[in-house]
């Protein structure tokens, strides 16, 4: 077997050198030796990555459009020879935002489709549920889509999973520090979701302006009556209110605000702001009344990523181009900039753990070269042996029509104590055709 | 006092909706004695046909028309095909088969329409009525529902009281072999009765659906309530669906807008509720009597 092996490797290897004059990123330490089937998942041709989203159900709108970037980008990196000329076998699977369906495809992924890694899997309550199975079976769990603080505030406990945007407590804390600068005295009000999404954006808030907070409102996802929430808003005085919502509550709260002539600023998390996605989901609506983003209009957000409504970014053209060139139906969104973001990292990673990598070998990657790598994420990652967060800055932007302008550069900060800076760093040029090339660090 | 009025109102148009839900649920009670679990998914296709023909320029009003009779072809169909295999045997093989429904229409509707939320649009306005300086959470559309639901029972009520077919109706739900005998024709007095509630179904799923999402999942949590809202009002009487109806939705409005964290509270209120009135009145609110087997 391992003869066999071997033979095939030899000449996969001399078939992909011309791949790796033309792409640049794909074999640079490829001369150390040849391709092995070195972990479960890997052959010498292939690596085999799985994740878990809701394709359907209340968190499909947005969430759902994900995995096509991560796809469209796996797919145009396979045209330039892959990852050490291995090509990426991308699977995702539905879970509807169920945490029993999380379970049962994740498990499905490990244990049938045999993949390497999990990667992005999406949202707080379903990758809660297979957190402990992922961990306890030594399968690296990349960059979960989320920004629970569960990822990576304990890599003691969860040595195998990894965060990567910024945690909801962090972001919390920049929208708190906005909030006291610029509107000292404005009323605040919370309308959260009643997990932890919710719970760690409200203490993050809180650690700024608790004194301003008037009313905190929680809403279960599925309930899809925000009027008691909405009410109590507007029944306890707040003149601005802070959502940690997901888009459709988003559109939800807009529609209830509408009813209620209830019309404070709003600032909505990054989760759940995406003004096209939230101006879609409103369209039909009677006689012009809603028809665009128009209700957003003016909204505060935050971004970590780079929007498509930079056409100027040469991150977003990059991707554009991948979009058109690899991607499937529709224009290329934010939810797919997050996807193909995410894929760029994962590719770091790879490339990172060297020419044969391995489970460990992976996370030892992150864990020694993730705090340096660039990409199209504006602040750097956190990754260390005693940290396994994500990127740690954000940008305030408002919303105008359907697009955006930033209030407020990007500031970093920390869980805990940590205080806020301004983030003086230059943002990453984009590498030829849009793939990264990390040196190995474990072999 | 503006928050105690705007959630009581909330808790009204929503009761209202239960209300228009429970009715096709006795409605199909009352002439078949059986709960239809698929009922959801059914209103759901059709309310996804409605959405395809306004998005392809019809009026809403032509379009909630069309919906109407595909519910009623819809229903008759199932029950024709599918249903009419299990009456007779053991009650619980049809409610097994409704349940079976519930989850092959839904998939059905995926595969046609797809799974993403959409809007459904309302013909009348969604800002809330002007009263003094506030606008309050009752909107044209909460008005229409209320006025749609309201013609519905009263027409639900005359059917059954007042007329032969309603008689029939509800004597070939009761015992087969009498009515049989005294010249119903049964066979199609079940297939209208099961074409009825699906058009009564139907027309829940389009009033639900006006100014708010609609997926292929969207009336599952109202299949839930509108099931509760029915057993409330006694499973048999169209005022007793929508009285419980209205209980549901003002009670579940306070859970939501006045117990802390009172959104996560709802299902479970529900769940509270149906014992309460079960253990206090098993036979419901509006039992008509309670020697019957239900």
Known sequence: MTVLAAATAASTLAACGGGGDDGGGGTSSGDSGSNEASDIGITETSIKLGAHFPLTGVAAPGYSEIPTGAQAYFDCLNEQGGVNGREIEYIYRDDAYNPTNTSQVVQQLVLEDEVFAIVGGLGTPTHSAVLDFLNSEGVPDLFVSSGSLLWGDDPETNPYTFGWQTDYTSEGKIIGDYIAENFPDAQVGLFLQDDDFGEDGEAGIREYIDDQIVAAERYTPGNTNVGPQIAALQAAGADFVVGFNVPSYTALSQLTALQLGYDPQWFYSNVGSDPTLVGNLLNNFSEGQVSDASLLDGALTTDYLPTVDEPDNPWVQEFQRIWDECGGEGELTNYRIYGMSQAYTTVQALQAAGQ??????????????????????LAPFRYSEDSHMGTAGMSISRVTGTTTEEVAPVQLTDIGDAEIEAYDGEPAEVPENGIPDEESVVD | MQQFVNVTLTGLTEGMVYAAFALALVLI??????????????????????LALIQSGWSYWAALVVAL????????????VVVRRVEGGPELNAVIVTLGLFVAIQAGIAIVFGSSFQSFPTPFGLQGFQVGDNRIAFTPTSLYVIVAVLITMGLLVALFRFTRVGLAMRASAFGQEVARLLGVRVGRMLTLGWGLAAVVGSLAGLLIAGGEFIYPAYMDSLIVFGFVAAVLGGLDSPIGAVVGGLILGLALSYVSGYVPRGSALVNVSALVILMVVLLVRPGGLFASSTARRA
């Open chain 2, 29 to 50: 009670w009352r002439s078949t004695r059986i709960v239809n679990f698929a009922q959801g998914s059914m209103a759901a296709a059709t309310a996804f046909i409605a």
């Open chain 1, 356 to 377: 044969n990598p391995t489970r460990d070998g992976l996370v030892e990657a992150i864990e020694t070269a993730g705090s340096e790598w660039e990409g199209p994420v």
């Open chain 2, 69 to 80: 009779v595909s519910g009623f072809v819809l229903g008759a169909v199932i029950e024709r």
